[in-house]
């Protein structure tokens, strides 16, 4: 969360932080990605059952609705994905749907689910941004607690290989 000059955090627009991620809040589904996918919530009605989802993955799009209905997703994705490693779920007792869009490039900070359709804004894939940063720091340097760490300031110009070239340095 993006936090004020005396450290007060400041709520983003339409987002909630939710199981470590940072969700944006987007009409009728919300949105978060890590290092190595993106995950959408989807709510359908009560009672709906596998057999009534539509759903095709391809490596740079997808489309996702309810059988005779207009998809709620049809189009290209901001990045390539794993069309085989992603998945969907449905709860039918409560409706809400699960849909992992399983990254082709770790550490992509996508703008939107469909290519530009529903763009988050400079602050809100700033702080998505710092999540994966840390999320991939805490990952390369397992034992430590990085559990009250924040980033100040920008993300490095390139935040997928930030580690390696900062390992370059101090080597050098």
């Not at 939710?18 to 919530?41: F, P, S």
């Not at 207009?70 to 809400?96: H, L, M, N, Q, V």
């Amino acid at each position: 969360m993006a936090r004020r000059p005396d450290d007060k955090p400041i709520q983003l627009p339409n987002t909630e932080q939710a199981d470590g991620l940072l969700w944006r809040m987007q009409g009728n589904y919300k949105w978060a990605q890590t290092v190595l996918d993106v995950q959408i919530v989807v709510q359908f009605p009560v009672g709906t059952r596998g057999r009534n989802i539509d759903c095709k993955f391809t490596a740079n799009s997808f489309r996702f609705g309810l059988k005779g209905k207009t998809p709620i997703f049809d189009g290209e994705t901001d990045y390539t994905i794993k069309p085989k490693e992603s998945t969907w779920s449905i709860d039918p007792d409560s409706g809400e749907v699960l849909i992992v869009l399983e990254k082709a490039v770790k550490h992509e900070n996508w703008k939107s689910v469909i290519k530009g359709e529903g763009v988050i804004d400079f602050a809100t894939s700033e702080e998505m941004g710092k999540k994966m940063l840390l999320e991939k720091f805490t990952a390369e340097n397992p034992g430590f607690d990085f559990s009250g760490a924040k980033f100040n300031g920008s993300l490095p110009a390139d935040p997928k290989n930030f580690f390696q070239a900062l390992a370059n340095i101090i080597k050098h």
